[in-house]
């Protein structure tokens, strides 16, 4: 199919730019009047009516094929060859395997296929519950080089 885009492409370029040589080279309606009295196209090759009907029948042509061209060349946009109808950026795809989640990580499951994670249901009453203390970072010693200490603002006065 693109040896077919090429032809109608180098077609409607050639058939455009006839058209517009042609239209260029007519004579528009009031120049009838002054070959009436003997200047103009009557001493022309294809005689006084000869030229303006020649032409007129080659812009016709020019323009049927510039517009075949381009309904040609919209199809052949539209139905591209060597690709089926439900290609799209998404072919092919396939989703990564999960990895687990390592154990008191604070990333939730959400393998039920919601992105919204689910709400923890609340324990029956009379139950003990023992959950585990979250670990909390201790805080960094005043000798710690590797934190910078910044000084507390003073207050005014």
Known sequence: MQWLSSILLTLQVISSLLVIVLVLLQQGK????????????AGSVFGSAGAANFLSRATKWAAIVFFATTGGLAWVAHHP???????????GFTAPAKEAAPAG????????GSAVPAVPAAPAKGAETSAPAAAVPAAPS??????PSVPAPAEKK
């Open 30 to 41: 009031g120049a009838d009047m002054g070959a009436a009295f003997g200047s103009g196209s």
């Open 105 to 112: 990580s604070a990333v939730p499951d959400v393998s039920g």
């Open 81 to 91: 060859a060597g690709s089926p109808i439900e290609s799209g950026i998404m072919q």
């Open 142 to 147: 005043a000798g710690d080089a590797s934190v």
